[in-house]
């Protein structure tokens, strides 16, 4: 008897397709569905009525391809549409599809079916259900609660975590030699037990291997799963160019460039260039993909690709679709960028697309510095700079940062909303590895700072000599009265003395000594940058190519050998600081106002987790840090250096912004309406992420002051811009310059 489409379906079977959907969807409400491959059509079915679902899935499944999504839709769409990221509703497990040796494969380095098994079993966390697809294992891994997605965000972070759940075992066969594709999409459809497999000649039906619905865990359990011979860092990071490769699996265009490299336009090239030169040994991979051009020249090719690492990022897929149709008409990756496909952790600097945050102690790939943010005579330079020293656009880039803030600082503050101001002063991290031109590049930008406070000081200087002068003559005459006084013959002419001296006494101590001018330090102690705030008015930074700063924080230089953090974390917010010394004059200090800028080793950087406090009582949340890729191996020896009359361009605008008047009360800028609805919509953005599994749950001790710090890089971008006038604080904050800082921030 040949059973149609049209017949009751079995009892048996429309059971074991009903138990392994409850078992996966639970009780999550929703939306779900039957995709049949042959007739491209969709049967949705609420998740209240899931053996209605199972009865149809035996009526179609036994003579055709049928799917199902693994994870739930918020809503039932048409016949003709299947599920979207946008609409998916929850996400009750994790799992994955094992291709093997023996299925309607096109690849040849699949494991066989006994060698995934016995991989799986090795895993410390087995599956809760396998499947045995005819030509491949379907696996999941049941959570012990459902993840109900709230919004976009909630969406876009799932799929995030499912991916590197995933990425870790693809890491894990590449090393074995096998491959495995990367199914971790919401969206993904896969076969139902009880159905059959009709992509080969002979049908083969779908059969569970394993159901253990009781074997649940938790999420947070799963993503750390320690996996048996699980490679060390370096390890990965010498096994990972076989998983970068993957992307032309996943990308069609940059699959196009590879297989038609012979004859592939410079436009194509070039695009292709920003994406794959950002991957791990992605130089050598747009070497062998070049190779095949008639024209290819290596270095003609370092020189591409180094001008392509200085661009404002990869190659966007929206960029793609516009200027090259037709490879992306079936994507189905839901990414901004080929270049996050391989590497989830990439960010595109956008306030709605946050990439994984990473920590120090790990393998890192970060966004290019977006150094458009720049008004043109500060942007020219850190480009110029960049190019002439063969650096990173990063390290002038967050330099220019802190020689702009020790320009300013004191002379204006922004308010971001009544009530919240923030002073100008700002924290700046540029961690690189020896080799990289640090000193150079700090030394190139400061020289404006260090000229205009030589030119200050010989302005001053011959005031700070005439005072020095009428100290020297009045404590003279105090001596000389202070003699008479123990010679006179009566008490009443002693007294009239020691008064007179009294008197001229505090007439010293009313003068005072000018302070010659000093804008920053280098080499200091905290004692010795205590006494230069409080000669500077309050203002002085510190900028420094080298790491010594930290040492002096955690207090290598105090008694008590133990941190002493009061100085430094009033100095950011500009607090009132007192500083009692034994034997000489307390020294107070109304607004101090301290501005860092320090490029300092990533294992130095890495190292500032483990000193005791520093990020207990927020000292490390409050820098801005950049951690630039290098460039050391692929620099070009004969660069071009700084044009004069960007040098010319770049020591008047410091000099404008230098000579900003500077009073007891800074100017106050304000936002304009555009700036205002920009940083609202950013601050609640941040408030989101600090959540507990929010994107900055993790460093919220550098998340809850993103806000101000941006609010800081915004102010420093508005007078930078607006270096022409004489009190821009006068002049409202644009959009424009708010979203360049939000830019920057993220």
Known sequence: MIETESMIPSGDAVSEILKFLQAIYGETEGYTYIWLLKKKKTLWRPLSNLRDMAESAVRFGHSQDIYFPVCPQV??????????????HSMTCFYCDFDCQGGNHKQKN???????????????????IILFTGGGIHCYWLFDKPWIFESNDDRQKAQETSRLWQKRFIRDFAKRGWKLDNTSDLTRVLRLPGTMNCKGDTPIPVQILTFEPERRYDIHQL????????????????????????????CAFLRHCRDDAGTLAEPEWYAAISILARLFKGVDMVHQISQPYPNYDRHETDRKILHAMNDAGPATCHRIRNEF???CTECR??????????N??????????????????????LPEFPVDVFPGWLRDTVEAEAI?????????????LSILSTAVAGKAEIELRPGWKESLNLWVIAAMDPGNR????????VRPLAQWEFEKQKEVTPLVKQAESMKKLKEGQINKLQTDAVKAKNTETAEELAMKAASIACEIEDMGIPSLPKLYLDDHTQEKLVIAMSEQGGRIAILSSEAGLFGLIEGRYTQSGGPNLDVYLKAFSGDPLRVDRIGRPSIQIDKPLLTIGVSVQPDALRGLLDVPHFRGRGLLGRFAYAIPKSFVGYRKIDAPSVPESVKAAYQAGMTRLLNLPLSNSPGVIQLSQDANQIFREFEQTIEYYLRPFGKLSGIIDWGAKLCGLTGRIAGLLHLADNSFSSEPWHVPLSGNTMQAATKLSM
């Open 344 to 365: 989830p952790s990439k960010s595109l600097s956008s306030s709605d697309n946050w990439g994984q945050i990473v920590p120090f102690n790990g393998d890192y790939e």
């Open 75 to 88: 809503k039932a769409l048409t016949e003709n549409e299947r599920g979207t990221l946008v609409s998916v």
């Open 110 to 128: 699949l494991p066989t079916f006994e060698e995934v098994w016995e991989w799986l079993m090795s895993l410390p966390y087995p599956p809760s």
């Open 325 to 327: 149709p037709g490879y």
């Open 388 to 400: 002439a020293l063969q650096v990173p656009m990063g390290l002038p880039g967050m330099i220019a």
């Open 333 to 342: 990756e839901q990414v901004k960028s080929p270049v996050v496909l391989v």
């Open 438 to 445: 640090k000193s150079k590049t700090f030394s190139n930008l």
């Open 223 to 250: 993503v750390d799963m320690p996996m048996e011979g699980e490679l060390n860092s370096r390890d990965c990071r010498d096994n990972r160019d076989g998983i970068e490769h993957m992307i032309f699996d996943r």
